[in-house]
């Protein structure tokens, strides 16, 4: 499959507003985009979701449609991929509006569309009714909360998206267990060895066994807010998701200060996010000898450094070779300031 960068020629579709500024662009209606999932780069990671399936045994393929987020609607096989992930210019505008472009990286992206199959695959066959399913994951009429604090140091359950997501509610438990089971060349038994979550694991293995070849008993094709219907202009859209999220990486402000500076003070100075992109190997390297940790944490921090910095638009304060080691005893830090607290709340 080519990456996000090698797109065919094909999917190199000409749209009017792929030249508009910002400013031009956010007056529009989702409806006015015009935007196709098959005539974009997204459907090749679409395709390769169910080459993956097909490789499981697994006969169900769920359908899927754009929208202005990722949601699976309760009782449809199926789920929306957000508007921004089909056209390089919506990317950029994302960007600059979030800090960061959730599912951009193509290792990311299928890694949220295995888990939103794991929720389409639980519509289908009405997983979560059944006794045995409960007895492992809870039951998914439990209240779905606005927000849940993660226990980091837990091992009931696996690591898999961010911000521990599978202790947030029964349903997204078993769609993370689901994903990490789907992954290609997983290697989930040895990774979860000793760890009680490896039992949800194992029964996801017999049970996706189970109802390989069989049909679902659920196959309505509906499509749950399609981009196509949506009269909100990108304007608004963005209002709010800022309203609701733009909060949650404010803790470890003062922290990237002493480490950081605006642009205002360094113009030509090297970028942090692209810094700590930059040196992201190494900063592994150095924070998984020094602390033992799983990558997860890693990825947690890193990420939370980059979008964060890259929302406050931050430079590097001094020159490259002498900021690696703070930058580095920043992440360390933020690690062990979680691992600590043990608790950090997460809008759903």
Not at 233 to 243: A, G, N, S
Not at 295 to 313: E, K, M
Request: hydrophobic residues 35%; positive net charge; glycine residues 4%.
């Amino acid at each position: 499959m080519p990456s996000t960068l090698e797109w065919p020629a094909e999917f190199h579709r000409e749209y009017r507003w792929a030249e508009y500024d910002d400013e031009a662009l956010l007056c529009l209606r989702f409806k006015s985009l015009g935007l196709t999932l098959k005539g974009s780069p997204l459907w090749l990671d679409v395709e390769r979701l169910y080459d993956e399936l097909e490789r499981r045994g697994l006969r169900f393929r769920p359908h899927v449609w754009l929208s202005t987020e990722w949601f699976s609607p309760d009782g449809i096989p199926g789920f929306a991929v957000p508007f921004y992930l089909a056209h390089p210019r919506l990317r950029r505008l994302e960007r600059r509006m979030m800090g960061e472009v959730e599912g951009g990286a193509r290792k990311w992206r299928l890694r949220i569309l295995r888990h939103e199959t794991g929720h389409a695959i639980d519509n289908a066959y009405g997983l979560r009714r059944r006794a045995d399913f409960q007895r492992v994951f809870g039951r998914a009429s439990a209240p779905y909360p606005d927000d849940y604090s993660p226990r980091p140091s837990s091992d009931r359950h696996v690591l898999h998206l961010g911000h521990w997501y599978a202790q947030s509610h029964p349903v997204e438990d078993f769609a993370e267990t689901f994903a990490v089971w789907l992954q290609p060349k997983a290697r989930w038994r040895r990774d979860y060895a000793g760890w009680p979550a490896i039992r949800k694991l194992e029964y996801v293995d017999a049970l996706m066994d189970e109802i390989a070849t069989s049909r679902s008993k659920h196959r309505d094709r509906s499509v749950i807010e399609p981009l196509r219907q949506a009269d909100k202009t990108l304007e608004e859209h963005y209002r709010l998701k800022r309203e609701r999220y733009g909060g949650e990486d404010r803790r470890y402000d003062r922290w990237l200060s002493r480490v950081f500076v605006p642009r205002a003070m360094r113009p030509r100075a090297t970028a942090a996010s692209r810094f700590v992109r930059e040196i992201e190997p190494q900063l592994r390297r150095l924070l998984e000898r020094r602390a033992r940790l799983h990558p997860y944490y890693l990825d947690h921090a890193i990420s939370l450094v980059r979008r964060r910095a890259r929302q406050l638009d931050l430079v590097l304060r001094s020159s490259r070779r002498e900021a690696k080691r703070p930058v580095v005893r920043l992440h360390e830090r933020i690690v062990l300031d979680i691992l600590r607290r043990n608790r950090e709340n997460y809008a759903l």
